[in-house]
């Protein structure tokens, strides 16, 4: 686990990883391949017209969590013969692109011994119409060849990967024929500038943003186009700011930090900009149909004002508040850990309660996380479904 990152890349080409393409039985991949080929470009048909996380702050789709860091970090991966890989920890994304790159899975041992953190290319993520199964096109023993990420490279967030090495990195998941990513036609120099900066997409989230010392919000969630390989913040913005209690989708491109745990964060956008919003199509559209822009601005949408922006009903968003509150304060103690944050732990709520779900190396690090997450939400009821065993 204390291999640089740098080194495992070099290791690929050694184990023949980057020489090869891993055999699959045919029927498999025929079975696998027709549908995900079907399903992308249905998805990208539908996308068409949905929202671009990259270019302007749109208000948030009320379902738009239905595709972030939150909703696909603790799902399995499975590979397209149905072994189950791992679990999805986190995602490496470029703040000053909007991209994301990576998933970050976690593979477990014997009895919580030799877990380990593995990098996957978005461009080979197969995910499924639902969103809720994803799959990548490699055989189980070749995917335990793939060397992994150190927990220090990990927590640090030291990604530093050339476009040849992520070429090399797609190799393994026999994905020659990918449609090319957002950019990767550009020249060589451009290439290299896409896999500069990545961090953890959980470094990002909780992070208050903030424009010339006013506050402007909170980081609430990171949402993921992986159809597109693309990123947003959803922030929970301050009223006296933005002058609405809405959420908004801001490109990542608009959030300045130094450093990956730089807390506040600062922006340039104005209250301008956020009166310029309008609803986005993101999360709106069916896979197959293209999203409607007059669906957003319908009349009797229920989930708009007749301004068009986005707002739960007040009830609701006062009771759900102090839970969502509750489970970001646990997620950024956990993350403030380097113990901690390379453990295949989720938070979330339930019934007004915080739930810890995952696995853990062993007992001592259990008891550790359970405590810090009680310190970090002293008023709020924690329940631990923590189990000793494989990430």
Do not use: C
């Amino acid at each position: 686990m204390n291999t640089p990152f740098s080194t495992t890349l070099a290791m690929l080409a050694a184990l023949g990883l980057a020489a090869t393409t891993p055999v699959v039985a045919q029927s498999s991949r025929d079975d696998a391949r027709s549908p995900r080929d079907a399903n992308r470009s249905r998805e990208r048909s539908a996308s068409a017209e949905s929202t671009d996380l990259t270019r302007r702050v749109h208000i948030a789709s009320i379902n738009a969590e239905n595709r972030s860091l939150r909703q696909y970090a603790g799902q399995q991966l499975w590979n397209t013969e149905g072994a189950d890989l791992g679990t999805i920890k986190d995602f490496l994304v470029q703040a000053s692109s909007g991209s994301v790159r990576y998933a970050v899975v976690s593979t477990g041992g014997v009895l919580g011994m030799g877990n380990s953190l593995r990098l996957v290319p978005v461009e080979s993520l197969q995910v499924s119409d639902d969103h809720r199964r994803i799959a990548v096109d490699i055989q189980q023993a070749r995917w335990l060849q793939i060397p992994p990420v150190s927990d220090e490279v990990y927590v640090a967030d030291r990604f530093e990967i050339s476009p040849a090495q992520h070429d090399q990195m797609l190799r393994p998941f026999g994905d020659r024929n990918r449609a090319p990513s957002a950019g990767e036609s550009r020249a060589s120099a451009d290439r290299e500038a896409q896999f500069a900066g990545l961090v953890r997409a959980t470094t990002l989230r909780g992070k208050s943003v903030r424009a010339e010392g006013q506050p402007v919000g909170q980081i609430e969630n990171i949402i993921l186009d992986l159809e597109r390989g693309t990123a947003a913040a959803l922030l929970d913005a301050n009223g006296s700011f933005t002058g609405t209690a809405a959420k908004y989708l801001v490109p990542l491109n608009q959030l300045k930090f130094e450093y990956p745990g730089q807390d506040p964060i600062s922006t340039s956008l104005t209250r301008a900009d956020f009166d310029r919003a309008r609803p986005s199509n993101y999360g709106l559209a069916q896979v197959g149909e293209e999203a409607d822009p007059r669906a957003a601005n319908a009349p009797d949408n229920d989930a708009l004002e007749p301004t068009g922006r986005t707002q739960p009903a007040k009830d609701a968003r006062r009771s759900a508040a102090p839970a969502e509150a509750s489970v970001r304060a646990v997620e950024q103690a956990l993350q403030n850990d380097p113990d901690l944050a390379v453990e295949n732990v989720f938070v979330s709520s339930e019934d007004g309660k915080v739930i810890l779900r995952g696995s853990v190396r062993n007992q001592a690090i259990k008891g550790r996380l359970e405590a810090a997450a009680r310190r970090a939400v002293p008023a709020a009821t924690v329940d631990s479904e923590i189990i000793i065993g494989n990430r």
